[in-house]
């Protein structure tokens, strides 16, 4: 970045004396390469410097024209600030990217207002972002992470083994294997995922990338977690879970760019259908197979379906992850909603989800854009020398939390007032002549670049200071007021961005993660209790996926997502919350799981053909259902702001449950597989209020069954979860 400025900055200063297209050259490699948060080797960020020019060149003609008139320019900073806030909705690239646009917008609302130079200014940016993006691409070759495709494949061959070693003596998994399971699963993790390898965009492909990778957690949960059989697996098990590693294999090798995995799934789909047959069907002889059957074998059953729903879904996501709209695997079109869907329409819908005012995207956007616009207001009023300064402060320095901004703000006033020292004196000494400027110009900003990152704020701030009287002394004659100036804008920006981290959402993401977290897990007790109650009901035709309560579950979990990303970034001293961490400590990332959970059991458990539960087993479900709905809302209440965050776990196994697992004589498949998704979201629930999971669950665990959270492969939501099932 230091070889890139400086040589942009050189050239048209020097070599053709247009100071104009020097200055832009600067900033504009200043803007991206040290302002905005491109994550992604060398290569990448270059690749997405390119990508952006037009953008780029659009903000300094549309800043040029807008400057000459306040109220055009206050106007323009409302708007544009926060289009471009809003992008982070977009997944990490956009998001990183945000901030340095922001500056090459801000850089020509300011003097010299002049139409007449737009031709320099964008030969400037245009000198200055090829630069940049030539020295990434080339200086410094950083090693190419595993793409978020190959770590799936990797973890898929995992998933092969485990599911070929579980059909075969003695049918079971050691305790290497289900580690090894774990830490592929932990590999698709995001945290675990490099930010610019993330599957986070709102198109196709990213959907459908990170859904496949969802459901290969899920599936890897799965096996991981499935218990011994009871007795010999039938011979249709044995096919199931045989059929589940051929299919596991052909999507490794299609996301490694080989062909649909076409066969492998439609033989997964029959051999499931078959054991599905066997298990809820009649026999030959006219006797229920439920009757044939005892409990043990088909609590088996439903395990091994649930495995095959998990390879199924992710096999018709692996295909579409690849191929987009071109796919060859058919599957449900409601788990697959996305696919045949334009990417604007896919914009729109992401833009959508967030655009409320619980949404901490659509929170930091507003905040961010009239934090600026102040600033570009009273530059303009007050006629703020260099008030490009103010707005970058203001940029810079405003958090999410208001103890982080004014945390930041004293050092940065601080960092600010030390640097301005050491300004003035340098000016002072130096005077009019411009070679010492252009000597220590490269040094010293090779020297910001490098240390201010790594020593914080102040420090950043009081070196960029020094930086900015290098550059302007060579521009115009200065004294040491200019370092005077510049200790003025930045007091102006931080008293601007503090006043508005004080009246927006000054808590940044603790009341909201709190909020979505309790909003969700009111959708979630509503889904169970309707979905048990159709389960009771029998002939009752159930909703579908994309009714209206499935489709605010899907929102309130994008939301939750969204917050407990931003929590997360947060600092920990405050435990997110402005003020030290004294509460209860509660699992996020198990309310995440629990609203996945809920969707993907629901829509799996009310998919046809449908079978009739007995009185007795109807009952059951029933109860339970309603049960478990009740510790739902107890535990949301408690989430919500205003109450008691619980201090003791909801009890993990419920009496109800221990005695449902035996079931009325004559159950069919269906009721266990009802009862064990209950199980599970009371597991859930368990792990909310306690604060972790149980004692001997692992990631997804719950009581021998296992759920799957995308909650960080995802954090700007999107998609369906992963899972979902044909039976």
């Known amino acids: 970045m230091a070889l890139a400025a400086t040589a942009g900055f050189f050239f048209f200063r020097y070599g053709l004396d247009r100071p104009v297209a020097a200055t832009y050259a600067l900033f504009g490699a200043v803007a991206l390469g040290g302002l905005a948060r491109i994550p992604g080797t060398g290569r990448q960020r270059a690749a997405i410097v390119l990508r952006v020019l037009p953008v780029c060149w659009l903000l300094v003609v549309v800043g040029t024209y807008l400057s000459v008139r306040t109220w055009s320019a206050v106007l323009g900073m409302l708007v544009v600030g926060f289009a471009l806030a809003f992008a982070a909705v977009g997944g990490p690239r956009p998001a990183g990217t945000a901030p340095g646009l922001q500056l090459l917008y801000i850089l020509p609302s300011f003097p010299p207002y002049d139409p007449g130079s737009l031709g320099d200014r964008l030969i400037g940016t245009t000198a200055g972002l090829a630069l940049l993006a030539a020295a990434e691409a080339l200086l410094f070759a950083e090693p190419v992470p595993a793409t978020y495709r190959e770590r799936t494949s990797d973890a898929l061959r995992t998933a092969a083994r485990c599911a070929r070693l579980l059909s075969q003596p003695p049918y079971t998994l050691t305790d290497a294997d289900r580690a090894a399971a774990a830490e592929a699963g932990q590999a698709l993790r995001s945290l675990n995922v490099p930010e610019a390898e993330r599957p986070a965009g709102p198109g196709v492909h990213d959907r459908a990338l990170a859904h496949t990778g969802l459901a290969t957690r899920t599936l890897l949960s799965r096996l991981a977690q499935l218990p011994p059989p009871p007795r010999e697996p039938a011979p249709e098990v044995i096919a199931v879970l045989r059929a589940v590693a051929e299919l596991a294999t052909a999507t490794g090798a299609c996301l490694r760019s080989g062909p649909s995995p076409v066969a492998p799934y439609e033989e997964l789909d029959a051999a499931g259908a078959r054991l599905s047959a066997l298990s809820e069907g009649v026999s030959p002889s006219g006797s229920s197979a439920a009757a044939r059957f005892p409990p043990a074998v088909l609590r088996e059953h439903a395990a091994v379906l649930e495995v095959a729903d998990a390879s199924l879904a992710m ?120 070679a010492v400027y252009a000597v220590l110009l490269p040094v010293w900003m090779l020297f910001v670049f490098t240390v201010g990152p790594v020593r914080g704020v102040g420090w950043a701030q009081g070196l960029f200071t020094v930086l900015v009287a290098l550059v302007f002394a060579q521009l115009a004659p200065s004294t040491w007021r200019l370092a005077e100036v510049r200790m003025l804008d930045v007091l102006v920006g931080s008293a601007i961005g503090a006043v508005f981290g004080v009246l927006a959402w000054p808590r940044g993401a603790h009341d909201e993660l709190r909020h979505a977290a309790a909003a969700l897990l009111r959708r979630a007790a509503e889904i169970a209790v309707a979905t048990t109650a159709s389960l009771a009901g029998g002939g009752a035709v159930a909703a579908p996926s994309g009714a209206p309560a499935h489709r605010s579950l899907h929102h309130a979990v994008i939301l939750a997502e969204s917050a407990y990303a931003q929590f997360q970034s947060e600092p920990s001293r405050f435990g997110g919350t402005g003020r030290p961490a004294t509460l209860p400590k509660v699992d996020w990332q198990a309310t995440l799981i629990a609203g996945h959970h809920t969707l993907w059991g629901s829509e799996r458990l009310l998919e046809p053909p449908r079978v009739e539960l007995a009185p007795g087993a109807a009952e059951s479900v029933g109860t339970l259902g309603e049960r478990l709905a009740g510790r739902m809302l107890l535990v949301s209440a408690a989430l919500d702001p205003g109450g008691d965050t619980p201090t003791a776990p909801v009890p993990l196994v419920d009496p109800a449950f221990t005695k449902a697992a035996a079931g009325p004589p004559g159950t069919p498949r269906l009721y266990y597989a009802a009862v064990a998704w209950l199980e599970s979201l009371a597991n859930d629930l368990t792990r909310i209020a306690g604060g972790g999971p149980p004692a001997g669950a692992g990631e997804g665990a719950t009581a021998g069954r296992t759920v799957t959270s995308s909650a960080g492969s995802r954090p700007q939501g999107g998609h369906r979860e992963a899972g979902g099932g044909r039976r």
Do not use: C, E, K
């Not at 329409?345 to 934090?371: E, T």
């Open 315 to 434: 096999g018709a996501a692996a295909d579409r992850a690849v191929r987009g709209r071109h796919a060859v695997v058919q599957a449900p079109r409601g788990l697959f909603w996305y696919a045949t869907v334009r990417a604007p329409a896919l914009w729109w819908h992401r833009l959508r989800g967030h655009a409320g005012r619980r949404s901490v995207l659509f929170q930091n956007a507003v905040r961010i854009a009239l934090a600026l616009t102040a600033a570009r207001l009273v530059a303009g009023l007050d006629t703020l020398p260099h008030g490009f300064w103010a707005m970058l402060a203001t940029l810079t320095l405003t958090r999410t939390t208001m103890d982080d901004t004014w945390h930041t703000i004293r050092l940065a006033l601080a960092g600010t007032l030390a640097g301005a020292l050491v300004a003035g004196g340098v000016l002072t000494v130096a005077g009019t002549d411009t």
